[in-house]
Structures are given as C-alpha cells and as structure tokens.
C-alpha cells in the first residue's frame, strides 16, 4: 500500500485566490484540519491548517474575510511523492511537527493529502492482518 | 492498559476565567490541539478546541483578546472516567466528530486529555506486542 492509498478519497483544497475565510469554511465543511492551496496548474503553492488559523489568524489583527489565503498559507511547503515511503513520511511529520503532508506528482500537482492520521489508521490495519496470518499459522 | 495511561503526562487546561486568547496560547505552546476549562475546584466546565476557534472566533467578530474562554468554549462536555474503555471512548469520538474527551474523576474533577492520536498509539502498541508474541510461538 503507498501513502496516496492511505489518504482520504478526496482531498480538500483551495485556490491561492480565495479568501481565509473561504479555506476556513472549506475545513469546517470537510471535517479536515488542513487544506491544499493550489494555483492555476493545479500545483501545490502552500498549505493552510488549524495551526495556521490559531497562530496568524485569530491571534492577530487579519479579518479573514479580506485576507487572502496566500497571506496566511504556510509555505514553502514539505511535500511527499508517490514514492516516498510510509515510515519517512511520518518522520518528516513527527520532526517537524506537521499532521498533513501534500502528495504532489513530479511536476508538484496535488494528488492526496496525507495526516497522520491516515498513517497510524495504515499501520493498524497493517498489524492486524499480519496477526491474523502469524495467528493462522500457530493454529 | 487504561485510558488514563494511554494520555499524553501533562493535561493542557486553563481556567474558566482565562481569556481565549490564553486559551489559544497554550493550545500553541503545548503543541495542542484542545485544552480542558476548569473551575476553580478543578472540574471540567469545557472544552476548547481548535476547532472552536475555527467556528466561533476566526469568522466570528470577537476578539479573542477581551472574550472569555467560557463563551466560546464546547460545552457541555462528553467526558470518559477511568472506567471507560478504549473501544467506548473511540466509538463516542468517532460517532460525535470530537479529537478529545477529557478523562475526570467521580466528582467531575480533570484527570488527564484523550486524543483520537493517544488511542491510536495505544492499538499499535498493542498489536505490536501481539504481533511479537505469536511470532515467538511461531519460532
């Protein structure tokens, strides 16, 4: 299983275009703690999060409704690929403290959005069949 | 293994008279994504999550700097005891959408903060050791 497999079907994305605000409501109504902010090639220009939100947002003088998500993104961005294995993917999000990883393809357009969440989710359901098999054998 | 152990050591709460912005600062500093509201008999009135922040602040009109922690906290609460199992608390986080529920004592009194993340730890440990074992028998 590679780390696209592991992500949730459809991924929650803005344009660099929209407003916080618009970001904001895209996480609320996916049930996400992260977007993917692309531009007109589909490519992945920056990241906006939770974190984000709490950080440059509710803690400063911005009114989302007139910031652009750009202004707020986090970026430049840690990115994945569809090579890039489940154990390094979680390293590189426990070292820098990060719960979402884009997964772009070699020309950076957005393929899946990676958390944490989907990897312990992945490694749990890796255990369990390969206790049953461990199991099957004792029996 | 009981939910009370499966929490991260320290509990991130403030009290109910905490302003959100303090709220939002410790959420910050803790690398947090939720802090328990206590009284001041150490007993859960709230919870206020990133999430809160999202919805009740970041397109709202307070400043988190001259409101109260308590109107923009989540309550009430779903809360587990020590009693409650692994299974139960997941079940009620995953039915009610909630990445938290704060572990308290018969008098409603804060033991610890279990997050979806913590539960998911725990099962991995769990397998693994599982997986270890009938292995062992195995060889």
Known sequence: M?????CDP???KVPVGATAEQAIRAMLDRHVGAVAVTDEN???AGIFTERDVLRRLALGDHDPRNVSVREVMTTPVEMA???TTASEALATMVERHYRHLPIVDDD???L???SIRNLLQAQIDTLTSQLD?????VL
Chains 1, 2 share one sequence.
């Open 10 to 12: 459809e991924v929650a």
């Open 108 to 110: 950076g357009r957005l």
């Open 2 to 6: 590679n780390i696209l497999e592991m």
């Open 42 to 44: 589909h490519r992945v």
């Open 81 to 83: 690929t569809r090579a």
């Open 112 to 114: 899946g959005m990676l």
């Open 133 to 137: 098999q461990a199991r099957s054998v």
